[in-house]
């Protein structure tokens, strides 16, 4: 029983190391593919409104986990770096941070985030890093 269980083990961590499967204790985060991801229809959007393209958090993770001090529930994350010129149209991307809840949580859109519907614009991105949150 104790060699399955190491066999187990070692079979995900190899799976997460080849996949870009990260752990960060109450969640984890990949990178996904935006031509053929699919974001969940249920739950409220809301997105971070950044005032240049290359404004950035300095750690995504610990201002994730600020949520939990607030009392805010988040079940995704979506994030991506800005940059100053995209590769087809020339124009300025912004980075872009988006993350999803079970319920409206109007205390964000006192910190500076808006309520977003799908389907969302990623123009100039290709992939995005996704936080999915333990349950």
């Not at 083990?9 to 109450?26: A, K, Y």
């Not at 001090?69 to 979506?78: E, K, L, V």
Request: net charge negative; glycine share 6%; charged share 20%.
């Amino acid at each position: 029983m104790k060699k399955y269980l190491i066999l187990l083990i070692l079979i995900l961590v190899t799976f997460c190391r080849d996949h870009g499967v990260e752990s960060q204790g109450n969640y984890y985060s990949t990178i996904v593919n935006l031509d053929k991801y699919q974001f969940p229809l249920e739950g409220y959007y809301y997105e971070y409104q950044f005032e240049s393209y290359n404004e950035a958090f300095s750690s995504v993770e610990d201002y994730l986990n600020g949520f939990y001090d607030r009392g805010i529930t988040i079940q995704d994350a979506w994030y991506s770096l800005g940059k100053e010129s995209c590769d087809t149209s020339g124009a300025v991307v912004f980075p872009r941070f988006i993350i999803r809840t079970v319920e409206a949580e109007t205390a964000l859109l006192n910190l500076n985030y808006m309520g977003v519907n799908l389907p969302f614009n990623f123009e100039c991105i290709k992939s995005i890093r996704h936080y999915s949150f333990l349950k």
